[in-house]
């Protein structure tokens, strides 16, 4: 520990232009995220239909930033695991509780015309 304190030294607070440029970097990652999920999981519980939300919300956000084929193929693995995004019937029961205020049937839609209406 003491010798990891060591490489920091001496130390020295960031620079007006240096924590700009972190905010800038921050808000940048920000706008990247396309469902800001917390990864929470309270939202679970409330689902009668048993889907797995944060993991579809996380699969789709990586989808936005990479594209890469593999994820519609662990979207599909998940979605037979559990439950599909589009057996959502809209009870908002989730919506209740999750802690961002995400309009979860509605981004389950954008999820759904990702990984099933391709
Ligand atoms: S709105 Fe959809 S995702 Fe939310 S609890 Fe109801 S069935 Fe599940
Ligand atoms: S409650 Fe909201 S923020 Fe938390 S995992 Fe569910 S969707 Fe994400």
């Given amino acids: 520990m003491k010798e990891h304190c060591e490489v920091f030294k001496p130390f020295k607070p960031l620079s007006e232009e240096e924590q700009d440029f972190i905010l800038n970097m ?10 800001p999920c917390s990864y929470c ?7 009668p239909v048993g889907i797995p939300i944060p993991d579809f919300f996380e699969l789709y956000n990586s989808e936005k ?18 439950a599909p995004a589009s057996a959502c019937t809209e009870c908002e029961s989730c919506m209740e509780i999750c802690t961002q205020k995400l309009d979860i049937p509605t981004l389950l839609k954008d999820v759904v015309n990702t990984f099933e209406n391709f």
Avoid: F, H, Q, V
């Avoid at 999981?41 to 689902?47: A, F, I, P, Q, R």
């Avoid at 990479?66 to 559990?82: K, V």
């Fill in 65 to 82: 930033m990479y594209s890469l084929p593999s994820l519609a193929a662990i979207y599909g693995t998940t979605a037979t695991a559990n």
């Fill in 26 to 35: 921050a808000d940048e990652i920000k706008e990247l995220i396309a469902i």
């Fill in 41 to 47: 999981g309270y939202c679970l519980k409330e689902c």
